[in-house]
Nanobody
Framework: QVQLVESGGGLVQAGGSLRLSCAASGRSFSTYGMGWFRQAPGKEREFVAAIRWSGGNTNYADSVKGRFTISRDNVKNVVYLQMNSLKPEDTAVYYC?????????????????WGQGTQVTVSS
């Protein structure tokens, strides 16, 4: 059974940093893309970042470019999201998901398996 477990969320002041982790189990994901999404209260789930299986291609939402970095460790089956210069508008539940092997799409329907999410709260 495929399982994704996010961790690393919490409460941080504006300007601070957090690193989220997503551990995958149940199968090897080394040939699949991985993505991070987030959902704030009352809003739709939105794309944050994605990385191709090799780690050589990444894609970021404009709102996080230059502040967030996605990376992965295919040996450990873990994907990370380093978040720097956090802003109150980054407050949301962050989800990781398994995406297609062919690229780094930003559409949620391209992602099959999802974790339960981890809360990130940025205070002003």
């Amino acid at each position: 059974q495929v399982q994704l477990v996010e961790s690393g969320g919490g409460l941080v002041q504006a300007g601070g940093s957090l690193r989220l982790s997503c551990a995958a189990s149940g199968r090897s994901f080394s040939t699949y893309g991985m993505g991070w999404f987030r959902q704030a209260p009352g809003k739709e789930r939105e794309f944050v970042a994605a990385i191709r299986w090799s780690g050589g291609n990444t894609n970021y939402a404009d709102s996080v470019k230059g502040r967030f970095t996605i990376s992965r460790d295919n040996v450990k089956n873990v994907v990370y999201l380093q978040m720097n210069s956090l802003k109150p508008e980054d407050t949301a539940v962050y989800y990781c998901a398994i995406g297609p092997a062919w690229g780094t799409p930003s559409w949620t329907y391209e992602y099959k398996y999802w974790g339960q999410g981890t809360q990130v709260t940025v205070s002003s």
